[in-house]
Antibody, heavy 123, light 106 residues
Framework: EVQLLESGGGLVQPGGSLRLSCAAS????????MSWVRQAPGKGLEWVSA????????YYADSVKGRFTISRDNSKNTLYLQMNSLRAEDTAVYYC????????????????WGQGTMVTVSS | SYELTQPLSVSVALGQTARITCGGN??????VHWYQQKPGQAPVLVIY???NRPSGIPERFSGSNSGNTATLTISRAQAGDEADYYC?????????FGGGTKLTVL
């Protein structure tokens, strides 16, 4: 069964850091681009970042550029999101999502989603 | 930056057809994907690349895309279709979501 399982969320103070993980199973992880998508409480979906299958190409939303870093370890079938300089507006459920077709991020749908992990930025 | 516009809400009578639109500049030249999200759950892909259904999605769900508007059509609407629906495209290596439409089945 294809599955994504996020972890690492929690409560952090403004200006703090957090690293999210997403463990993948049931598919050839390195063959697919991956993304992080977040959803603030009561709000819509917001794409955060994407990474190619090899990890060689990364992409970020303007709202997180320079503060967040996406990475992956294909030997461990795990996707990461390092979040620094966190702000109250980063409070959201963070989902990892698998690209529907291939290793290049850029046109695919997100066909598999994790259950999400909650990040709360508050003092 | 590219923007997608969806109606905040759409209502449909049980058993009738619901249409949810997604507007964007020349969206017909892009691949549009649609997601269903029920309260407390992760989104689920219901239509990809304008009009394709993933396995397990009922044939009642269909999609079209032309000009400046993409449309998700749900035929013979059921109570279980009540959810938020989001359209999504890629633009300049950035994924963009519409604001979401709440579908109410009356």
């Amino acid at each position: 069964e294809v599955q994504l399982l996020e972890s690492g969320g929690g409560l952090v103070q403004p200006g703090g850091s957090l690293r999210l993980s997403c463990a993948a199973s049931g598919f050839t992880f390195s063959s697919y681009a991956m993304s992080w998508v977040r959803q603030a409480p009561g709000k819509g979906l917001e794409w955060v970042s994407a990474i190619s299958g090899s990890g060689g190409s990364t992409y970020y939303a303007d709202s997180v550029k320079g503060r967040f870093t996406i990475s992956r370890d294909n030997s461990k079938n795990t996707l990461y999101l390092q979040m620094n300089s966190l702000r109250a507006e980063d409070t959201a459920v963070y989902y990892c999502a698998k690209a529907e077709m291939g290793a290049v991020a850029g046109d695919d749908a997100f066909d598999i989603w994790g259950q999400g992990t909650m990040v709360t930025v508050s003092s | 930056s590219y923007e997608l516009t969806q109606p905040l809400s759409v209502s449909v009578a049980l058993g009738q057809t619901a249409r949810i639109t997604c507007g964007g500049n020349n969206i017909g030249s892009k691949n549009v994907h649609w997601y269903q999200q029920k309260p407390g759950q992760a989104p689920v892909l219901v239509i990809y690349r304008d009009s394709n259904r993933p396995s397990g999605i009922p044939e009642r769900f269909s999609g079209s895309n032309s000009g400046n508007t993409a449309t998700l059509t749900i035929s013979r609407a059921q109570a279980g279709d009540e959810a938020d629906y989001y359209c999504q495209v890629w633009d300049s290596s950035t994924a963009v979501f519409g604001g979401g439409t709440k579908l109410t089945v009356l």
